[in-house]
């Protein structure tokens, strides 16, 4: 095992998010602001519709990638490139931002429990006016790993045998769902020069000997191994999430994040002045079991 990793614990923060959205954010708050590559960490879960219904109109993204996982429920993207799809119960979806998109993501419910990740992922500079990307995959696309203590989907990246069919060729992300039965125990190695943390999101456990409850995010400032995560008696499900730090300044306002403040102001006047949207892409969608 590795030397162990330097942790800080940062209770989630709740507040309204796109036109009324209840979201639990760690990353993106005045305890984390930002943790390279990462730039920010929603999580919605109610079964109230007066937390969702509201949804995320239309906003424009520029200097970084999206990735959503919703775990119950659906929720409708339609973005200015033309993609329109319907995200399901386990299904994901990958969009890089890039140079400049406009989409929406609103709930295809009117009732029922709504729960879903979404993490903002920084772009190097040289990458930040790169022509936007977007792929949609649903549930059946993404590996399964069983073991006796617990069960791992992979959702971004690769573990062990498993692929999943979204790969970040930029900052290496990986992003897996983890739920680990009760009283029982998890390990992970960090790859290498990856910064990671895990967001628990049923149940408690302990890591290093601390307590970690839900709604909690643990960061793994060390690439190497946390030592050990206990689930505790109702046992817990976490995403465990790392990837390769950028080392680059950021400047950010809303929905941009470039270098400098110059690039800020440029984000803005193409937005006001409608030059906004550069590029066009067209969407990858897998089939259920492909």
Request: proline share 7%; net charge negative; glycine share 8%.
């Amino acid at each position: 095992m590795n030397a162990q990793a330097t942790t800080r614990f940062i209770p989630a923060m709740t507040l309204p998010e796109g036109a009324g959205v209840t979201v639990h954010r760690t990353i993106g708050t005045p305890a984390l602001q930002n943790y390279d590559p990462f730039l920010l960490l929603d999580y919605i879960d109610s079964n109230n519709p007066e937390d969702y219904s509201a949804g995320f109109p239309a906003h424009p993204h520029r200097g970084f990638s999206t990735l959503t996982y919703i775990i119950d429920g659906e929720m409708e993207h339609t973005d200015s490139m033309g993609n329109t799809g319907v995200l399901g119960p386990g299904s994901a979806q990958w969009m890089k931002a890039a140079s400049g998109i406009i989409h929406s993501e609103m709930p295809k419910q009117h009732d029922g429990l709504l729960r879903g990740f979404q993490l903002w992922i920084n772009l190097p500079a040289s990458n930040k006016m790169d022509a936007p990307e977007y792929q949609e995959y649903t549930s059946a696309a993404f590996p399964v790993l069983e073991e006796a203590d617990y069960r791992i989907k992979v959702i971004s990246g690769q573990l062990s045998h498993a692929q999943s069919p979204i790969v970040d060729n930029i900052t290496d992300v990986s992003f897996l769902d983890v739920q680990i039965k009760p009283g029982r125990q998890f390990q992970y190695a960090l790859p290498e020069a990856h910064a990671g943390f895990l967001y628990i999101f049923e149940g408690d456990g302990q890591i290093n000997g601390k307590t970690a409850a839900r709604h909690t995010l643990v960061t793994l400032d060390n690439a190497g191994a946390f030592s050990v995560f206990t689930a505790g008696k109702q046992g817990a499900r976490l995403v465990l999430i790392s990837g390769r730090p950028i080392h680059e300044p950021i400047a950010r306002h809303g929905p941009f994040v470039m270098n400098t403040r110059a690039e800020i102001d440029q984000a803005m006047q193409d937005f006001q002045s409608n030059s906004f949207v550069r590029d066009r892409a067209w969407m990858h969608r897998k089939k259920p079991g492909t």
